[in-house]
């Protein structure tokens, strides 16, 4: 009896630990819930860029889940074509590509206003492929051309699916999912290997300096 109490406790003292960083680290699945589990209202934009019935913000999540469907590789790479054309991609082709779905096309709209506005951005030698999947530039931007929101992830009624967040290196597209706190899922692309691209991870970031909206 002793002897399977102290293999009970080691398992114990191991398994949890274990579990608790699986769990944390969104290897374990999260409950989901979503906006009407805390009555709050889903935005839905008036605007409908690309004019297929379907408004921008639901356009942008749409568009996104799409592209991680495919499951891109994470890879840092060139491409003569801005956008990638392979099987490969970064954190700021999620944008890319979620805004490119419902008709913004940011490799176009950032560079010109890089041209527009030169001082307002850290780009020395101005490159149209490469210059959008940056992400200080893509957040110097939306900062410029779009809706800035709060950064505080506790005001989760101010948190909408399709939205843009932003942190010091990274970049992401806010889920209409939510854990339960009402904090929103994150979809995005942060490294090679990544099982999931919508996680319940906002808490563990402390570095968000913007959050947006299109339209």
């Not at 102290?6 to 579990?19: A, D, K, R, S, T």
């Amino acid at each position: 009896m002793k002897k399977k109490l102290i293999i009970i406790c080691v398992l114990v003292l191991f398994i949890v630990p274990i579990m608790y960083f699986l769990y944390v680290y969104n290897v374990l699945p999260h409950k989901a819930y979503d906006s009407s589990n805390f009555n709050i209202e889903v935005y839905k934009s008036s605007i409908d860029k690309d004019e297929d019935g379907i408004d921008d913000q639901t356009d942008i999540l749409n568009s996104v889940r799409e592209y991680i469907s495919k499951k891109p590789k994470y890879k840092s790479k060139y491409y003569g074509t801005g956008y990638p054309n392979d099987e490969y991609g970064v954190c700021t082709d999620v944008v890319a590509f979620g805004l490119l779905g419902a008709g913004y096309d940011i490799r176009k709209l950032l560079s010109n206003d890089v041209k527009n506005n030169r001082s307002e951005y850290n780009i020395k030698e101005m490159d149209i492929n490469i210059d959008f999947r940056r992400v200080l530039n893509v957040n110097t931007y939306l900062k410029r051309n779009h809706i800035s929101l709060t950064t505080d992830i506790t005001k989760i009624e101010e948190w909408q699916g399709g939205d843009i967040i932003v942190f010091s290196k990274h970049i992401g597209i806010v889920s209409d999912k939510r854990n339960k706190k009402g904090i929103p899922f994150l979809i995005h692309h942060a490294y090679p290997g990544q099982l999931h691209y919508e996680e319940d991870i906002l808490e563990n970031y402390d570095d968000i300096i913007g959050h947006y909206r299109i339209s």
